[in-house]
């Protein structure tokens, strides 16, 4: 259920992204706020760094969760070239999907990467699913913002 | 962890329109675009339905899914005070809380009262907890659109 809300929400965005022109990612989504191409590099920025909470390799675009997670909008000179960010953006979900499909039920139940094994035991739900449902949250609450700026 | 996603969403959407005033709730998220207060009253009403889609009982303000699902911003002459939508959307968090309190962990993993028994056979995803992913990030999805109009 929480993977195909997951890949429901991948989806949407794909086509999203897909209908929108590489002029148009450069507008903002309302005046004053983030642009869409930010919110591009933001998502898959965040989906990169799924891969090392749940132990399935290390991100592979680190440059874009320094410059597009932990900087606003604006605050980086030079933002990759839509086309690149849109490989990105696609390659991030190819190896996740890859990745998931290999998970056994099991494997989502343990503990992600970023809780220690102490704090696990008395948190037993900080495990990896929660991750992919916290991360699908995420994806909504910009969705519902990026079809302002269609 | 889906309940607890449900709260944070729920809570995070209480202190965002306690922090906007009755006047700030009539703006447009972004021009054109829906009224706050309509997006107050569309959230109220999906979460009021989704009593009856967990047999817990009838909608309590079943004009409002009328009013404000069925139909989009602006369709509706008479909008309620923004006092009674507050004082709705209070009511129904309270009662859903009080029934999820005595709900089981079984009774979640049962159909929901969209689906047939032939159809839930086949489809066992489609059950109570499934609700409560789909609306959680319903409600992020608005909650993204909201704090552009803040």
């Known amino acids: 259920m929480v993977l195909d809300t997951w890949y429901s929400n991948v989806k949407r965005s794909d086509d999203l992204f897909n ?68 490989a990105y953006w696609k390659n991030i979900h190819t190896v996740l999907a890859k990745h998931f499909e290999s998970m056994q039920a099991d494997d989502w139940f343990q503990k ?20 992919i449902i916290s991360r699908t949250n995420h994806l909504s609450y910009h969705l519902g913002q990026l079809v302002i700026a269609e």
């Open 19 to 86: 209908s929108l022109t590489d002029d148009q990612l450069q507008i903002e989504i309302a005046p004053g706020k983030n642009r869409v191409i930010y919110v591009l590099a933001n998502l898959a920025a965040v989906h990169d760094k799924i891969m090392p909470f749940l132990e399935l390799g290390d991100q592979m675009y680190p440059q874009l969760y320094e410059d597009f997670v932990n900087k606003p909008d604006k605050a980086v000179a030079e933002v990759p070239p839509a086309n690149e960010l849109r």
């Open 112 to 131: 992600h990467t970023s809780v220690t094994i102490e704090d696990f035991s008395k948190e037993p739900h900080r495990n990896k699913l929660n991750i």
